[in-house]
Every structure is written in C-alpha cells, then in structure tokens.
Nanobody
Framework: QVQLVESGGGLVQAGDSLRLSCAAS????????MGWFRQAPGTEREFVAG????????HYIDSVKGRFTISRDSAKNTVYLQMNSLKPEDTAVYYC???????????????????????WGQGTQVTVSS
C-alpha cells in the first residue's frame, strides 16, 4: 500500500500560479509512475499530467502544455504540479495518483486513464476566479 496526500490548492485569480504537492509514504517511491488528474463538478476525472518513475519522461494534456509542469523529488517522496497562467477552466479538485502495476508502461508511453492507476490521494481544491 501507499498513502498519497495532496496539498497546495486554493483560491486564486486568473493568471496566477499555484504549486500542488503530493507526498507519498508506505512504499518505495520509485515503484510508481505518478500522475495528476482533475475533476470539475458534473464531469469525469481527467488526466492532467504524468511523470515516469525516474522523472525523465513527462506527459501532458494539450490544454495545460506550456503552463503546467510536473516533477518529482525522490529524496522527499513527493511529486509536484506547478501551475502557471491559471484559467477559470482549470477550476477542479486535483488528485494525485500512483501507478504500480503499469509503472513501466506509464513511464514510457504515458497513462491517461484513471483505471491505469492503483492508488489515489484525497484531492485538493483549486478554484480560479476570472
């Protein structure tokens, strides 16, 4: 088992920045490819960004490319999502996820579906006002 705890959400204005953190505990951090998803009210959970177990590969949805950056710090067992130039449409609950069974596949090709991940955090709210 692994426990994931997100933090860093909040209420910001359009154009502002936020950095989300996800601290992992319970297992060796390199056992997982990591991802960030988001879910707005009335919508399905949506992939935002993913990072390989080594940190060398990253994947993003088109709508956040150039604005969001995913990274991981193995010494701190933490994955980050730096979000710049935020827009009202980025408003959602953001979830951190860990892929163990598909770690190598996700690391190489990217995993964009929620059911490809094995563990989830509780989520952190991000609200962007216009």
């Amino acid at each position: 088992q692994v426990q994931l705890v997100e933090s860093g959400g909040g209420l910001v204005q359009a154009g502002d920045s936020l950095r989300l953190s996800c601290a992992a505990s319970g297992r060796t951090f390199s056992s997982f490819a990591m991802g960030w998803f988001r879910q707005a009210p009335g919508t399905e959970r949506e992939f935002v960004a993913g990072i390989s177990w080594s940190g060398s590969n990253t994947h993003y949805i088109d709508s956040v490319k150039g604005r969001f950056t995913i990274s991981r710090d193995s010494a701190k067992n933490t994955v980050y999502l730096q979000m710049n130039s935020l827009k009202p449409e980025d408003t959602a609950v953001y979830y951190c996820a860990a892929a163990e069974l598909l770690r190598d596949y996700c690391s190489g090709f990217g995993c964009y579906e929620a059911d490809e991940y094995d563990y989830w955090g509780q989520g952190t709210q991000v609200t962007v006002s216009s």
